[in-house]
């Protein structure tokens, strides 16, 4: 009896023996025996975000919504209360907004030009990009629809060629710079609650988008098959913004916030009765800073 006690002790040792081994070629692995909370457990890193909610600087690139065109005066640029890097308190620029208005005179800048269409972006993006900024905004495509007639509106597969050459023309020089995309306007709803303006009408006649405001009292079929064309083109262009900048993991498309947005007068230019006021480039702003600083991009 005494040898099998013996023998009985011996397999014990042996088997916690191993239970040890065991334990420690496990940690060896990258295992760990320490319990949850000691002092040899470390906290995982928290991962980089890829979307920087607070950027430093800003560039604009776009059309004359950008440049504030018709806010002021008549036919003529404003850029101070544009939406996207204007200095006017009333209007509180996406720049104004993420910067302070210091921040927003000395580290935004605008490279949007009036008449501006698709194929001027890369152009402009190679501008904006020498400056170095965080955060570039882009609002361009009204001027595509906005052609002498439906038939001279530019392609939707050229525009879309176009927008990803400007998107290439950044990430070659900035790969990590966020952006910003907005939808191209309802030029249809604008048509429709400018048309009752006469002084808007006669500016309209100077050769403001005539391919959505050409005629602008007629209803007839011919007119109103134009406005259907024009609208379905807007559309395309679009979806092809929100194509191009889904690829792109630091670029963020408004989700149609600014086209689905229902442009009152109040919104638009008292001298064109088209383009967006003061109180519209505020607006503008305000989709702006929503879209940038939300924890989560637009579905």
């Given at each position: 009896?005494?040898?099998?006690?013996?023998?009985?002790?011996?397999?014990?040792?042996?088997?916690?023996?191993?239970?040890?081994?065991?334990?420690?070629?496990?940690?060896?692995?990258?295992?760990?025996?320490?319990?949850?909370?000691?002092?040899?457990?470390?906290?995982?890193?928290?991962?980089?975000?890829?979307?920087?909610?607070?950027?430093?600087?800003?560039?604009?690139?776009?059309?004359?919504?950008?440049?504030?065109f018709d806010a002021c005066s008549v036919l003529s640029d404003c850029p101070e209360v544009s939406w996207a890097t204007g200095s006017d308190p009333g209007v509180g620029s996406l720049a104004v907004r993420?910067?302070?208005?210091?921040?927003?005179?000395?580290?935004?800048?605008?490279?949007?030009?009036?008449?501006?269409?698709?194929?001027?972006?890369?152009?402009?993006?190679?501008?904006?990009?020498?400056?170095?900024?965080?955060?570039?905004?882009?609002?361009?495509?009204?001027?595509?629809?906005?052609?002498?007639?439906?038939?001279?509106?530019?392609?939707?597969?050229?525009?879309?060629?176009?927008?990803?050459?400007?998107?290439?023309?950044?990430?070659?020089?900035?790969?990590?710079?966020?952006?910003?995309?907005?939808?191209?306007?309802?030029?249809?709803?604008?048509?429709?609650?400018?048309?009752?303006?006469?002084?808007?009408?006669?500016?309209?006649?100077?050769?403001?988008?005539?391919?959505?405001?050409?005629?602008?009292?007629?209803?007839?079929?011919?007119?109103?098959?134009?406005?259907?064309?024009?609208?379905?083109?807007?559309?395309?262009?679009?979806?092809?913004?929100?194509?191009?900048?889904?690829?792109?993991?630091?670029?963020?498309?408004?989700?149609?916030?600014?086209?689905?947005?229902?442009?009152?007068?109040?919104?638009?230019?008292h001298w064109d009765w088209f383009h967006p006021s003061r109180d519209g480039q505020a607006r503008l702003a305000e989709i702006a800073y929503r879209t940038v600083t939300a924890r989560n991009p637009v579905?």
């Amino acid at each position: 009896m005494r040898n099998r006690s013996h023998r009985w002790r011996a397999v014990l040792a042996a088997t916690a023996a191993a239970a040890l081994l065991g334990t420690a070629a496990c940690d060896a692995d990258g295992g760990s025996s320490a319990p949850s909370g000691t002092a040899g457990a470390r906290p995982s890193p928290r991962p980089t975000p890829v979307w920087d909610r607070s950027p430093d600087s800003m560039a604009a690139v776009g059309d004359s919504i950008t440049r504030g065109f018709d806010a002021c005066s008549v036919l003529s640029d404003c850029p101070e209360v544009s939406w996207a890097t204007g200095s006017d308190p009333g209007v509180g620029s996406l720049a104004v907004r993420l910067l302070g208005t210091a921040g927003a005179a000395e580290r935004s800048w605008n490279y949007a030009v009036t008449g501006a269409r698709m194929a001027d972006l890369p152009g402009q993006m190679e501008r904006a990009a020498a400056r170095r900024p965080e955060l570039v905004t882009v609002m361009a495509g009204a001027n595509d629809a906005c052609r002498s007639s439906a038939s001279a509106m530019t392609p939707v597969a050229d525009f879309r060629a176009e927008f990803q050459e400007a998107m290439g023309t950044l990430r070659r020089a900035l790969p990590r710079t966020q952006v910003y995309v907005s939808s191209v306007p309802d030029l249809k709803r604008l048509w429709s609650e400018g048309r009752g303006n006469p002084l808007g009408k006669q500016v309209w006649k100077l050769g403001i988008c005539p391919s959505m405001l050409g005629d602008a009292d007629s209803l007839g079929s011919a007119a109103t098959l134009r406005r259907g064309q024009v609208q379905d083109r807007v559309k395309a262009y679009n979806q092809v913004l929100r194509e191009v900048c889904a690829k792109d993991r630091r670029c963020r498309f408004d989700g149609n916030a600014v086209f689905d947005y229902r442009f009152g007068t109040d919104q638009l230019s008292h001298w064109d009765w088209f383009h967006p006021s003061r109180d519209g480039q505020a607006r503008l702003a305000e989709i702006a800073y929503r879209t940038v600083t939300a924890r989560n991009p637009v579905t």
